[in-house]
């Protein structure tokens, strides 16, 4: 039960579950989070072959970091959007923001 198949599938599910929820979701704070799932699912494929095929164990932990790290930039950033997209507005609604363009 506990095999590199097993994990590298919840991986890949979590990615595939992340773009459609991307492509599904017509609010942005749904697209923040399908972002999310397929960075986490990113992070648990590197997980399970740091565990299972990497010399040097420390390799698939770093670059879990450095996943993390771009996921709270990511949101940061993508929040700020989204409150300066509210205000103008007033509505986090995909299709409302494409009235922006000129």
């Given amino acids: 039960m506990n095999s590199l ?3 590298l599938f919840i991986g890949a599910l979590l990615f595939s579950v992340g773009i459609f929820g991307l492509f599904q979701r017509r609010t942005l704070i749904g697209m923040l989070i399908a972002i999310e799932l397929m960075l986490n699912g990113a992070s648990v494929n590197f997980m399970a072959f740091n565990r299972f095929l990497a010399p040097d164990p420390i390799i698939g932990q770093i670059y879990t970091l450095f996943i993390m790290g771009i996921a709270a930039a990511e ?3 993508a929040l700020s959007i989204i409150l300066a997209l509210f205000r103008t507005i007033r509505s986090i ?4 923001a494409r009235e922006l363009r000129g």
């Fill in 93 to 96: 609604n995909i299709e409302r």
């Fill in 5 to 7: 198949t097993s994990y």
């Fill in 75 to 77: 949101t940061a950033i």
